[in-house]
C-alpha cells in the first residue's frame, strides 16, 4: 500500500494541475513564446471540460479562457479565435465584470478588426445596461460610435439616456458636447450654437469647456465677413470664442491657425478693391490656406 501510494504522488507531481499549467503558461507567454502558452491554456481548458464545476475550478477555467483570448487577440492575431474565447467566457459567467470585460474587447475586436461598428456597438451597449461602474463610459461609446457612422440621431439619442441616467457625471458633460457636435454635422446651426452653450453652462471639465467654445466659434467663422451675430460680426465673435477655448484646449495650436485663417478673411474683406462686389459679399472662396480648421 504504501508503494501504491508513493506511485499516486509521483504521477500527480508529473502532471500538474490546471493551476500548475497556467503558471506554465503565463511564463511560456512572457518568453514570448505565445503559441506554446495557448496550446496548453488549450489543454487546461479540455481538462475542465464545459460542464459544472466547483469553485475554485470555474475559476479556474474563466482565467484560462480569459488568457486565451488575450493571447489569440494581442499577440497572435487570431481575432475570430479571440472572439470565440471570450463568448465562452461571457456564457460561463454572464453579469460579472469579466463578462462586461470580454464585451468591451470583443466590441473592439469588431470595431477596429472587422470594420464591424454596428456589432460593436451591440456589445458595448450591453455593458451599458448593465451594473457596471464602466456603464455610463460604455453608454457614450455607444453615442460616440453611432457619430463616428453619422447615424446623428441615434446618437443624440443614446447621449440623452446617457444624461438621463448620470445627469451629474463627466460622461454626461461629454455628451452634451456630443449633441451639439451632431447638430452641427447636420448643418442645423441655431440648434448646435444652443447645445455648445448649454455645455458650457453644465461648467464642466476645462478641456470639455474649451471644444465647446471651439465648436460656437467654427460655426461663427462660417459665416461671411459681412454677417453680423449680436453686436458685432460674426468673424469678430468667432476669434473671440476661439481665444477663450485657447487656455484649457487639448490643441492650442490648431485654435491658433484658426484665428490667423479667420483674422485674414477679415482683412481680405476690407482691402478688397471697390466695385467688387462677389468679393465684398464673400462669394469668392477664400485660397486652400485660409481654410478654417474644424
Not at 481575432?79 to 463578462?99: E, H, K, N, S
Not at 443624440?156 to 445627469?167: C, F, G, H, N, Y
Request: neutral net charge.
Amino acid at each position: 500500500m504504501r508503494r501504491g501510494a508513493a506511485l499516486a504522488l509521483l504521477l500527480l507531481a508529473a502532471c500538474p494541475g490546471p493551476a500548475r499549467k497556467l503558471d506554465d503558461a503565463a511564463d511560456r507567454r512572457h518568453a514570448g513564446r505565445p503559441a506554446e502558452a495557448l496550446a496548453i491554456y488549450r489543454q487546461v481548458l479540455a481538462e475542465l471540460g464545459e460542464g459544472r464545476l466547483p469553485p475554485g475550478d470555474a475559476e479556474l477555467r474563466l482565467r484560462a479562457l480569459q488568457y486565451a483570448g488575450d493571447v489569440s487577440y494581442l499577440e497572435l492575431g487570431d481575432y475570430r479565435g479571440a472572439v470565440a474565447y471570450y463568448r465562452r467566457l461571457i456564457a460561463f459567467a454572464p453579469g460579472t465584470p469579466d463578462a462586461w470585460q470580454a464585451r468591451a474587447v470583443i466590441g473592439e475586436i469588431y470595431r477596429d478588426r472587422f470594420s464591424d461598428p454596428v456589432g460593436a456597438i451591440a456589445q458595448w451597449a450591453e455593458v451599458a445596461a448593465s451594473p457596471s461602474p464602466q456603464a455610463a463610459a460604455f453608454q457614450l461609446k455607444v453615442a460616440r460610435e453611432y457619430l463616428d457612422i453619422r447615424n446623428t440621431q441615434q446618437a443624440r439619442t443614446e447621449a440623452r439616456i446617457l444624461r438621463e441616467r448620470w445627469p451629474r457625471s463627466p460622461e454626461a458633460d461629454e455628451a452634451q458636447l456630443l449633441t451639439a457636435q451632431a447638430w452641427s454635422l447636420e448643418k442645423r446651426t441655431d440648434e448646435a450654437l444652443r447645445a455648445f452653450q448649454a455645455t458650457v453652462d453644465r461648467h464642466p471639465a476645462p478641456d470639455v469647456a474649451a471644444r465647446a467654445l471651439e465648436g460656437e466659434a467654427q460655426l461663427y467663422a462660417e459665416q461671411g465677413p459681412g454677417v453680423r451675430c449680436g453686436d458685432s460680426s460674426c468673424l469678430d465673435r468667432a476669434i473671440a470664442l476661439y481665444t477663450e477655448a485657447l487656455a484649457a484646449h487639448p490643441n492650442p495650436d490648431a485654435l491658433r491657425r484658426n484665428i490667423e485663417a479667420v483674422r485674414r478673411r477679415q482683412l481680405a474683406a476690407r482691402t478688397v478693391r471697390p466695385g467688387d462686389r462677389a468679393a465684398a459679399m464673400d462669394h469668392v472662396a477664400p485660397p486652400p490656406h485660409d481654410k478654417v480648421i474644424p
